[in-house]
C-alpha cells in the first residue's frame, strides 16, 4: 500500500489561491495514476481531478474545471494541486489518492487503492 501525505491546506479568502502537495511513499510512484477528491461538511467524499501514470492525461470534475490544475513530479514521488478562484464552496478536507492499478475510472471511491490523511482548506467570504 502506498503512503501519502499532504500538506499545504489552510485558510483563505475567496478569490484566492492554494497548492496542496502529496508526497509518496512508493519508489515506482510512476504505476499509478494519482488524484484528489474532497469531502464538504456533511457531505459525501467526491471526486476533484486525476492525473494519469505519466501525467500526459488529466481529468476534472465541472466543480473545478478552469480553476483547478493537477500536476506531477515522478521523479520527486509527489502530485500536486494547484487552486485558484477558490470560493466558499471549496471548502472541504482534500484527500490525496493512489488509484488501484486496474482503475480505469477516476471517478469513484472505490477505484482508489491508497488515502493520505487529508488537508483541511477552508474558503472564507
Known amino acids: 500500500q502506498v503512503q501519502l501525505v499532504e500538506s ?3 485558510l483563505v479568502q475567496a478569490g484566492g489561491s492554494l497548492r496542496l502537495s ?4 512508493e519508489r515506482i510512484f510512476s504505476n499509478y495514476a494519482m488524484g484528489w477528491f474532497r469531502q464538504g461538511p ?3 467524499r467526491e471526486f476533484a481531478v486525476a492525473i494519469t501514470r505519466n501525467g500526459a492525461s488529466t481529468v476534472y470534475a465541472d466543480s473545478v474545471k478552469g480553476r483547478f490544475t ?3 513530479d515522478n521523479a520527486k514521488n509527489t502530485v ?8 466558499p464552496e471549496d471548502t472541504a478536507v482534500y484527500y490525496c489518492a493512489a488509484y488501484l492499478p486496474w482503475s ?3 471517478y469513484y471511491t472505490n477505484g482508489v487503492g491508497s488515502w493520505g490523511q487529508g488537508t483541511q482548506v ?4
Open 8 to 10: 499545504g491546506g489552510g
Open 22 to 25: 502529496c508526497a509518496a511513499s
Open 42 to 44: 456533511g457531505k459525501e
Open 70 to 72: 493537477i500536476s506531477r
Open 80 to 87: 500536486y494541486l494547484q487552486m485558484n478562484s477558490l470560493k
Open 104 to 106: 480505469h475510472n477516476y
Open 122 to 125: 477552508t474558503v472564507s467570504s
